[in-house]
Nanobody, 123 residues
């Protein structure tokens, strides 16, 4: 069982930066693939980025590639999402998720979810 708690969401101006954190409980955190997803009002939940437990390898959606960076610290049971050059279209609730398999952009492939943190980017 893994419990996830996100933090770091805020209101920021376009062009600004934020770093989201996701703290995980559970001794097997280092073996899980971790993902970030986001959901804007009235829209479906969409993949942002994922990082596996190995090398590690990462995977990004085209909409954030080059602006966002996912990283993990297994010693702290924490995964991060560094978000730079933020745009109003990045406004959403951001969710952290965990799965026992490899990198995957599909929300239904993830077993555990956090409660979400709000990111609002003003123009």
């Amino acid at each position: 069982q893994v419990q996830l708690v996100e933090s770091g969401g805020a209101l920021v101006q376009a062009g600004g930066s934020l770093r989201l954190s996701c703290a995980a409980s559970g001794r097997t955190f280092s073996t899980y693939t971790m993902g970030w997803f986001r959901q804007a009002p009235g829209k479906e939940r969409r993949f942002v980025a994922a990082i596996n437990w190995g090398t590690p390898s990462t995977y990004y959606s085209d909409s954030v590639k080059g602006r966002f960076t996912i990283a993990r610290d297994n010693a702290k049971n924490t995964v991060y999402l560094q978000m730079n050059a933020l745009k109003p279209d990045d406004t959403a609730v951001y969710y952290c998720a965990a799965r026992s398999g490899g990198l995957n952009p599909t929300p239904s492939a993830y077993d555990y979810w956090g409660q979400g943190t709000q990111v609002t980017v003003s123009s």
